[in-house]
């Protein structure tokens, strides 16, 4: 029978499955039971990061190692092992970090924004839908993919630039997002010349060398249309799921049909329809008026095969002289509640899937 030296020998030579660093360097191997006369094994094994297809094929390994040096039943606890001893691991992990957000493990929900042309108002419901879902208490980043017409940072009323951190960039945090836009990366706000393969990069830095940390929900706001970049992000992620904005006038709907078509078509699954500046509502009669035409987003829904997710009247945020951002609505006015109901959709939605 194993002794619990000899245990410790055998398995302290498997790899911490996320460190790639023997479990007898890492401290990983917490403690060994034999009970002789049944001829069991248990181990109880601390590794950098629990969950996922690394920590079941550390356990495969063991259970493997040991019935072949004579173990009958074998017995496996894992937890996670202590802050002071992944600190000497520190550079490792964080490399686990930026290449997890595109791992196929990873929990990130990445939410397209599209649009089949500019003007209907992508980017304002990219940035209050991201505010929105961090209102209901969800870790929330934001990409303004929007390469060729960034406007993020200036509807979030943000001054700053990123602070970097080693080799990394840190988001930008505001009204509970952090956001990343093409914008931080250009002198005084030139418009980018970069075409094709070069763009493809850049959208891949936004994922790779960015510290988003751990995160439930990633806004894309793509550029409208069909062009290169949205289909490089559908490639890039093909897990991400689509909204589609539209306003109501049915040709708009009809143009916005063509992204909806490119999302199917790449497989992406619609979480739904988003129909913005829907009407204008007058303060002193109630009375809505219907400036953009009527009916496209509940057309564009239905010809998708998708929810309508909200419709959006015009309206002017409030100003607020606290952490304003020039195009977020807040919680107490009427378009910032219909974005919570959307965000509470889209939760469920995600859920769902
Ligand atoms: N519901 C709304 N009520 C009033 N104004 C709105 C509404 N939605 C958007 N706008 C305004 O319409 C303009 C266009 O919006 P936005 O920039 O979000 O559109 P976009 O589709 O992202 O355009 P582009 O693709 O050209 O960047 C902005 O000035 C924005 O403030």
């Known amino acids: 029978m194993l002794s619990v030296e000899q245990v410790k020998e055998l398995v302290g030579e498997l790899n911490d499955p996320i460190l790639e660093v023997p479990l007898k360097e890492t401290g990983g191997i917490v403690e060994v039971k034999i009970k002789e006369e049944k001829e069991h094994v248990s181990v109880k094994i601390a590794i950098a990061k629990l969950g996922g297809q690394p920590q079941l094929d550390l356990q495969m390994e063991v259970v493997e190692i040991l019935k072949e040096n004579g173990a009958k039943t074998v017995g496996i606890r894992f937890d996670e092992l202590p802050e002071e001893a992944l600190e000497k691991f520190k550079g490792v992990m964080e490399e686990q970090t930026i290449e997890g957000l595109l791992s196929k493990d990873n929990p990130v929900e990445f939410i397209a924004i599209a649009s089949g042309k500019g003007g209907v108002g992508k980017s304002t419901v990219a940035v209050n839908l991201a505010v929105s879902l961090a209102r209901q208490g969800k870790k929330v980043g934001l990409v303004d993919a929007d390469i060729y017409g960034f406007s993020v940072p ?11 951190e080693g080799e990394q960039i840190i988001p930008v945090e505001r009204q509970g997002v952090k956001v990343i836009s093409m914008a931080f990366f250009v002198e005084e706000n030139a418009p980018v010349i970069w075409r094709g393969p070069m763009l493809g990069k850049m959208i891949t830095s ?54 909806g078509a490119m999302a199917k078509h790449t497989k992406h699954s619609i979480l739904g329809v988003i129909e913005n500046m829907s009407y204008f509502q007058s303060k002193e009669t109630g009375n809505k008026e219907y400036v953009f035409g009527k009916g496209g987003g509940a057309k564009l829904a ?52």
Do not use: C
């Open 302 to 353: 239905q010809e998708l095969n998708t929810p309508l997710l909200g419709e959006l009247p015009l309206s002017q945020p409030e100003w607020n002289e606290n952490n304003f951002s020039p195009s977020v609505y807040g919680e107490q006015e009427q378009l910032g509640q219909i974005y919570d109901q959307i965000a509470q959709n889209v939760i469920e939605a995600t859920k769902e899937q």
């Open 206 to 259: 936004f994922f790779t060398e960015v510290k988003w940390g751990e995160l439930d929900y990633l806004i894309l706001d793509l550029p409208p249309g069909t062009g290169d970049v949205a289909l490089d992000v559908h490639t890039m992620l093909p897990s991400s799921k689509e909204i589609i904005v539209t306003t109501p006038h049915p040709t708009a709907a009809f143009v916005a049909a063509r992204a």
């Open 154 to 164: 200036d509807m979030m009323g943000i001054q700053e630039k990123p602070e970097v």
